[in-house]
C-alpha cells in the first residue's frame, strides 16, 4: 500500500474522530453553560431568602403596645363574667386611660 492510499484510508477516520472530539466538546461545555446557570439561581435564591429574624437588644426592653382598644367581646366579659359595673369601668378607665379605650 502506499502512502498515498493510507491517506486516503486513514482520513476518513482521523475525520469522524475529530468530528467526535468536538461533539464531545460542545457537550460539555453546554453542561458547563447549564451547571453555571444554576448556580447564579441557586444563589440568588439563597440572597433572596428571608433571613431569620434574631432578638437584639436586653431582656428588658420591649416594644410599646399601639392598639389597646377593648371590643365589644371584651366588654361583655367585663360585666358579665367579671361582673363589673360602670362605675368601676369608668374607674379603671381613669386610672389607665391608654389601656382603656373604647
Do not use: Y
Not at 22 to 30: A, L
Amino acid at each position: 500500500m502506499t502512502m498515498r492510499e493510507r491517506r486516503c484510508v486513514l482520513l476518513p477516520r482521523k475525520l469522524s474522530l475529530i468530528r467526535k472530539i468536538f461533539e464531545i466538546t460542545r457537550q460539555v461545555n453546554d453542561i458547563n453553560q447549564k451547571a453555571l446557570k444554576e448556580n447564579k439561581e441557586l444563589k440568588l435564591a439563597l440572597m433572596n431568602q428571608k433571613q431569620p429574624v434574631t432578638a437584639s437588644g436586653s431582656h428588658t426592653e420591649s416594644t410599646p403596645v399601639r392598639d389597646t382598644t377593648i371590643t365589644p367581646d371584651q366588654m361583655n366579659h367585663f360585666k358579665n363574667v367579671l361582673k363589673w359595673d360602670d362605675k368601676t369601668i369608668e374607674r379603671i378607665r381613669k386610672i389607665s386611660p391608654r389601656k382603656f379605650r373604647f
